[in-house]
């Protein structure tokens, strides 16, 4: 009979056990006005990522309204001096509120993008998906006040994202 207690004791233990946020369904904003979503973004933080590692600065990102879905334009500053820049396509997820988003810029792949945290005025964003490898704090302007970096630094970290690992983008010149 003891080992049965010991078992169920454990198994009790065991559940009672806080609910790490990275195991959580990745909840997004409830709704997003894509026209209002549309238009130029500058990269204020990120996750760093394979795709992004010729990138050291001035990285952006424009939306435009093609039909059904979103254009996206991705460009950054190389180390040479160089402008790398990516076309791709974005589509909404049904039933998502226009939050999640399907990213192409190789078809046949895709990849999400769930809006997690939007300023009510469209000026800065979080955005990442639910494996929570990938994520950017991205802004209307170059630079965002340091309070509102912490406030979405902190969304994050609630959300299971890992804040240590973000990465910091210099803004230095425009590429437009």
């Known amino acids: 009979m003891r080992p049965v207690l010991t078992c169920l004791l454990c ?4 559940l009672a056990q806080p ?20 238009g130029p973004w500058y990269e204020i933080a990120l996750l760093p990522n394979r795709f992004q590692r010729q990138c050291v600065s001035d990285t952006q990102a424009r939306y435009s309204l093609d039909g059904e879905r979103l254009e996206v334009i991705n460009r950054c500053r190389k180390a040479d001096g160089e402008i790398e ?4 396509h974005a589509k909404v ?3 998502s509120g226009n939050a999640k988003l ?12 769930w809006i997690l945290d939007l300023d009510p005025d ?14 950017w704090i991205l802004a209307r302007e170059s630079q965002i006040a340091p309070e509102q970096l912490e ?6 970290a609630e959300l299971g994202f890992d804040r240590s690992r973000f990465r910091f983008t210099t803004q230095g010149r425009p590429l437009d």
């Open 19 to 38: 609910v790490q946020a990275d195991r959580l369904p990745l909840p997004t904003v409830s709704s997003v006005d894509v026209a209002r979503y549309a």
């Open 85 to 88: 820049r990516v076309k791709g």
């Open 122 to 135: 469209y000026r800065h964003v979080l955005v990442g998906e639910p494996g929570r490898q990938y994520a």
């Open 11 to 14: 198994c009790l233990i065991a």
């Open 102 to 113: 399907r990213v192409s810029f190789f078809w046949p792949f895709y990849g999400d993008y």
């Open 151 to 156: 406030r979405l630094l902190v969304r994050a």
């Open 93 to 95: 997820v049904a039933d």
